[in-house]
């Protein structure tokens, strides 16, 4: 059983604004390494989720500090192939359905951003 994994399936936090919404996810992203149990075990991103991970995200210095804190990131294939963002992925490794849901599964505790 792997310890918290972090879902992440979009490029903003909550709805309404969708600004505010990628600010807040920043923040998120930001505090995880400092939140009560530490850096999660995994962060999963599906749909435009994967997005935060490739050239131009305004969110990369801090995927890389959770990388570095200990914590895979893992990337849908599928959807980085939807968005035609395979060749730009920047942090994180390419995955399969099949290892993103085994993983949820066999969490302790999933958190969706």
């Known amino acids: 059983m792997s310890g918290s994994v972090i879902l992440v399936a979009g490029e903003s936090l909550g709805r309404g604004d969708d600004e505010l919404g990628e600010a807040l ?3 998120a992203l930001r505090s995880l390494p400092q939140a009560a149990g530490g850096p999660p075990s995994h962060l999963l991103f599906l749909n435009a989720g994967v997005k935060l991970c490739c050239e131009g995200s ?3 210095p801090e995927l890389r500090a959770l990388r570095d804190a200990g914590a895979e990131l893992l ?3 599928t ?9 730009k992925l ?3 490794r ?3 359905m099949v ?4 993983l949820l599964n066999g969490a302790a505790r999933v958190i969706r951003l």
């Open 58 to 60: 305004g969110c990369l």
């Open 25 to 27: 996810l920043l923040s």
């Open 94 to 96: 390419v995955s399969s």
């Open 99 to 102: 290892e993103i849901l085994g």
């Open 79 to 87: 959807c980085l192939d939807w968005f035609e963002l395979r060749e």
């Open 90 to 92: 920047a942090v994180g």
């Open 75 to 77: 990337c849908c294939g």
